[in-house]
């Protein structure tokens, strides 16, 4: 996942110099992603990860890095499948564990 | 015409204890900046600049551009304003361009590009590696030990230079305009009475302050005592919006894009804002469409809708929140102590409905380019701004553009505004923006090119979704011969849109980060 995005990073907004990213650089203090670069970012996010990031969510503890960004999907997958465990539970009568 | 320098226009005659900056982890009061400009300005004297030498400042907004800024006029020296993501080549060619002998930057700036500044005397936001060949070379943090502040001011006359602004001029080269501390003083005094501005506002600043709509809201605000919020994370407009609730700001000042980001990616729609007093865009033209929007989304807040150029200071328009649905569309009319005429070719004043250009007159117009005298007197005639604007003048006297001048294409001779068809495609709904270039065609001269900006990733098909709503609204021959979908526009810092890097794209590339960094 950490190479997908970082590929993605790398590829959309350093023209694919490589050496320029480190996992934990901040996008912010870099300058590699502007305002409207970010809602790309997170368009490219959604359609590979099966995500949906709201409003909210687009915030730099979310968003800021390549690592950032590792973590928050994880956590958003782990949510969404927990979420459609419970619905999968409930639609089957089962009692929840 | 005021001879006061502008520092201590801003600067004398504080309440010391009030909060002047606010930055993310700090705030900066009045007493402090006064001092911290002073320290600057000392330091500046002491590298042996003489009034008229030019100071290079290269930084993000922060509390040491603010001081440079400040300290730079201070000691009567003229501020050289760049973007602090300059290239490499932008920043040794505005160096050559200006003369400038000292440069204030930050550490990044000067990691990156240390090797542009030999020959200079180089002041550092904090700690920085050397730069090589540099005269000297100081971390202003330590300048508060070492460096008395200056307490005057030096002194001015009415057309003695403040600051050369490089302008990110949509089309055409990178010039510098050349603004006098009277041009600053006349602007401020302007936009703070029809914005009616007092020591109680707080201006939640996102602009970049190298930018002269940006410096605007600086000078707007420490004029009148109160405070610059400034934060530097618009690229996550959530951080900027829940700052602007928990800091209860008062003002909110954008550009189309912002407004365009803030509308279609942003919670905007759902907060309340109750603090905010007026929000102020400039920059260019947002479609009606978007502003429709925003009054929608922010009925309790007066809408400003303002026209400027690099060239006139900053602000040469408004047009007052009441008459913007009356007047939707429209830049108003002239700013306080300017006044906007629109002229035929002949240098006449066209009739109601005719178009023409803007031409402006008022002790804002700035005093020239940059070593550019040709291109000085072409813009800069008998005092008056011949802006390039091409507009039409309604029968009350407020000013629609049509265009920039060169922003037409010419379609079976006739020539057609490419903003006219660009607020037509955005209001099919599916695109955040959208932006037109005449392509080179046999039949017609020249034809129609859309660039569109989807708001969501629902792309399947847009380009035809986005032709038959053109056949809907358009005449025959200003349908889009062509249409990209894009993931974002090329703009230059100002946001504005750069039709030039448009005009020779021909394939589809990853367009999102290009940057005409002057």
């Known amino acids: 996942m950490l190479q997908t995005i970082r590929k993605f990073v790398i590829d959309n907004y350093l023209f694919g110099e490589e050496g320029k990213l480190g996992d934990e650089d901040s996008f912010m203090e870099t300058g590699i992603i502007d305002s409207t670069g970010i809602l790309e970012l997170v368009r490219f996010l959604e359609t590979t990860y099966g995500i949906k990031v709201t409003d909210e969510e687009l915030i730099p503890d979310n968003l800021d890095s390549v690592s950032k960004i590792a973590s928050f999907i994880l956590m958003k997958q782990s949510v969404s499948s927990q979420t459609a465990q419970e619905h999968s539970f409930r639609s089957s009568g089962e009692p929840r564990p | 015409m005021s001879d006061i320098n502008v520092a201590q226009y801003l600067l004398v005659g504080k ?22 400009a002073g320290r600057i300005a000392a330091y500046l004297l002491r590298c042996h600049a003489r009034p008229g ?22 000691a009567g020296l003229i ?33 990156t590009y240390g090797s542009a500044f030999s020959g200079t005397h180089l002041l550092t936001d904090r700690a920085s590696p050397p730069a090589p060949r540099v005269l000297s070379q100081v971390n202003c943090s330590t300048l508060s030990s070492t460096q008395p502040p200056v307490t005057d001011y030096a002194p001015v006359n ?69 405070e610059v919020v400034v934060d530097n994370r618009f690229m996550y407009p959530e951080t900027v919006l829940q700052r602007m609730k928990d800091l209860q700001c008062t003002g909110f000042a954008g550009t189309p894009s912002h407004f365009q980001i803030l509308l279609r990616g942003s919670s905007l729609k759902r907060k309340r804002f109750p603090s905010l007093r007026h929000v102020q865009q400039a920059g260019g033209h947002l479609a009606p469409i978007f502003v429709r929007e925003l009054m929608e989304t922010l009925p309790d807040t007066r809408i400003y809708i303002m026209y400027g150029q690099t060239e006139a200071t900053a602000r040469l328009s408004y047009l007052a929140p009441e008459m913007l649905e009356a007047k939707l569309g429209s830049i108003g009319k002239g700013a306080p102590g300017v006044t906007l005429r629109v002229l035929d070719e002949q240098g006449r ?18 005093k020239g380019y940059w070593h550019e005298p040709k291109e000085s007197e072409t813009v800069f005639r008998n005092g008056l701004l011949y802006t390039g604007d091409l507009a039409r003048i309604d029968e009350d006297g407020f000013i629609y553009i049509v265009d920039r001048t060169k922003d037409f294409l010419k379609c079976r001779g006739e ?7 660009e607020e037509a495609v955005v209001e099919c709904g599916e695109l955040v923006e959208a932006a037109v270039v005449g392509i080179p065609d046999d039949v017609l001269g020249e034809a129609v090119k859309v660039f569109a900006v989807p708001r969501n990733k629902h792309v399947d098909g847009l380009e035809e979704r986005i032709a038959s709503y053109c056949r809907t609204r358009l005449p025959l021959h200003q ?40």
């Open chain 2, 15 to 36: 309440d010391s204890r009030r909060t002047a900056l606010s930055f993310l982890q700090s705030t900066v009061s009045y007493g402090d900046l006064t001092a911290q």
């Open chain 2, 479 to 518: 349908l889009p011969k062509q249409i990209v979908v894009l993931r974002s526009l090329p703009k230059n810092i100002a946001g504005k849109v750069m039709k030039s890097i448009l005009k020779r794209h021909n394939t589809a590339p990853p367009l999102s980060n290009i940057h005409d960094h002057i």
């Open chain 2, 349 to 366: 004043d066209v009739r109601p409905g005719e178009v023409g250009e803007i031409v402006a007159e008022g002790a804002n117009v700035a």
């Open chain 2, 415 to 421: 020539k057609i505004s490419c903003r006219q068809i």
């Open chain 2, 53 to 74: 030498d030019r100071v290079l400042l290269v930084s993000d907004n922060s509390f040491f551009w603010v001081a440079c800024y400040l300290g730079t006029l201070q």
């Open chain 2, 158 to 226: 009415h057309d003695q230079l403040a600051a050369v602004v490089f302008t990110s001029g949509s089309t055409g080269q990178p010039r510098g305009v050349m603004i006098t501390h009277s041009n600053i003083i006349a602007n401020t005094e302007s936009i703070v009475s029809y914005l009616s501005l007092n020591q109680q506002d707080r201006m939640m600043a996102v602009l970049p302050f190298h930018y002269c709509y940006g410096a605007s809201l600086l000078h707007t605000h420490l004029r009148v005592g109160g």
């Open chain 2, 79 to 111: 501020t050289v304003l760049i973007p602090a993501n300059s290239s490499a080549s932008d920043l040794a060619s505005v160096l050559r361009m200006s003369g400038a002998g000292i440069v204030c930057a930050q550490a990044s700036v000067v990691a």
